[in-house]
């Protein structure tokens, strides 16, 4: 079994709409924090981010060895299944992302969809052949209360 969790990049900083790749914004440093917190006791064998700093700045407080960036949802799913069978690892995506990820690994759509304001869900998928069984949590400052 792999353990894949699958989380959404942390809030941006919005000041510039027209800014293709903003860095978090300071509300998003904290979520990483509390990401950090809330998965201290996982061990990571690597995590996947997309080449936007946002992605890759959620998971900077978290003690990864190895760091791979993605494009596709595909592609990174083939990669997970042919180099980490049996460990675990980090996604992190975007809100148009997260859900198809789960989907791409044979998991259930915990939910319909994840909205802009749809910050503080992380996905615990375990990963058997083309099936996943999904868990949903919550972590840091809810955004649903």
Known sequence: TTEVWVVRHAEKDKPNPQEKNPDLSDEGTRRAGDLAKFLSKVKFDAAYTTPYKRTRQTLDSLVIPKVIEYNNIKALVDSVKANY???????????????????????????????????????????????????????GVPHHL
């Open 85 to 139: 069978t049996g460990k675990k690892v980090i996604i992190a995506g975007h809100s148009n992302t997260v859900l198809e990820i789960i989907e791409a690994f044979g998991g259930k759509r915990p939910r319909e969809e994840l909205t802009d304001d749809d910050y503080d869900f992380i996905f615990r998928l375990n990963v058997k052949g083309d099936k996943a069984k999904v868990k949903m949590e919550q972590y």
